[in-house]
């Protein structure tokens, strides 16, 4: 088993920055695949993007690209979601996934985080 833990989330500005983090526990492993997903009220639960477990390849949602970046430390079991440039639509909970291959599909994922909220105003 594998626990995912996301912190960093909160109130922004249109146009400023947030730092996500995401830590697991539990059966870690560098392979996994670790995936970024978020939820709008009212909407359903769309792909933000993936990091490889070697964190030698992303990719990213369109809606995100060029504004969003993925890293990740093995060492210290963490990932994160660095949000630049955010906007009011960014407004969500984003939640961190595991899983064997990097992905877009949800149901790929094995292992999910609660979430944490970010609230962007305009």
């Known amino acids: 088993q594998v626990q995912l833990v996301e912190s960093g989330g909160g109130l922004v500005q249109a146009g400023g920055s947030l730092r996500l983090s995401c830590a697991a526990s539990g059966r870690t492993s560098s392979s996994y695949a670790m995936g970024w997903f978020r939820q709008a009220p009212g909407k359903e639960r769309e792909f933000t993007g993936f990091i490889s477990g070697s964190g030698g390849r992303t990719y990213y949602a369109d809606s995100v690209k060029g504004r969003f970046s993925i890293s990740r430390d093995n060492a210290k079991n963490t990932v994160y979601l660095q949000m630049n440039n955010l906007k009011p639509e960014d407004t969500a909970v984003y939640c961190c996934?595991?899983?064997?291959?990097?992905?877009?599909?949800?149901?790929?994922?094995?292992?999910w985080g609660q979430g944490t909220q970010v609230t962007v105003s305009s």
């Open positions: 996934a595991a899983g064997p291959v990097p992905t877009t599909r949800l149901n790929a994922y094995n292992y």
